[in-house]
């Protein structure tokens, strides 16, 4: 059974550089520890990813899945979907919301729900959920509010 986490950040910077941050897929391995490769293999017409492959090595877990991307027309929220159940996980759905405060930074929602292929007690899994979420958000930030980062 998979559980929902949700989780917020403030970052120092505008929605539009905050998304432009998340949509560049390419650079994940850049800036996100966890990620060993990361590979667009379908775009919009837009040319926005459709469908993204993603290598992880996290010590414990190492993966390779193919997430669907879908996104709202002013980017304020980017959702996504397993595409086919992977060796770690049965199911995932999640999304970055959006929205920009008067003082020109963003908050950011991070939504997770995951279902494991493997058998974790629900603490455990619970623990690892904010792990994974707060680092993430804070990679995130750190990245977004980085000298010379897209703006």
């Known amino acids: ?11 120092g910077a505008p ?3 905050v998304a432009a941050v998340i949509c560049d897929f390419a650079s994940y391995p ?22 993204v492959r993603f290598t992880i090595d996290a010590g414990v877990m190492a993966d390779e899945y193919v ?4 996104y709202a027309e002013d980017l304020s929220r980017i959702e996504w979907d397993l595409v086919a159940p992977s ?6 759905r999640g999304s970055y919301d959006l929205v920009g405060n008067a ?8 939504t997770l729900e995951v279902e494991l292929s493997v058998g974790m ?3 455990f899994r ?6 994974i979420m707060d680092t993430a958000l804070k990679q995130l930030k750190r990245r977004v509010e980085a000298p010379g980062a897209a703006q």
């Open 121 to 123: 007690l629900g603490m």
């Open 126 to 131: 619970r623990k690892a959920e904010k792990m």
């Open 67 to 70: 997430l669907a991307y879908a």
């Open 1 to 11: 059974m998979a559980d929902t986490s949700t989780q917020s950040i403030t970052i």
């Open 30 to 51: 850049e800036w996100t520890e966890a990620m060993r490769r990361v590979e667009v293999i379908e775009e919009y017409e837009d040319g926005y990813a459709s469908q």
């Open 15 to 17: 929605p539009e550089r």
């Open 87 to 92: 060796k770690m996980q049965k199911s995932q």
């Open 103 to 110: 003082d020109g930074t963003t908050t950011v929602t991070y």
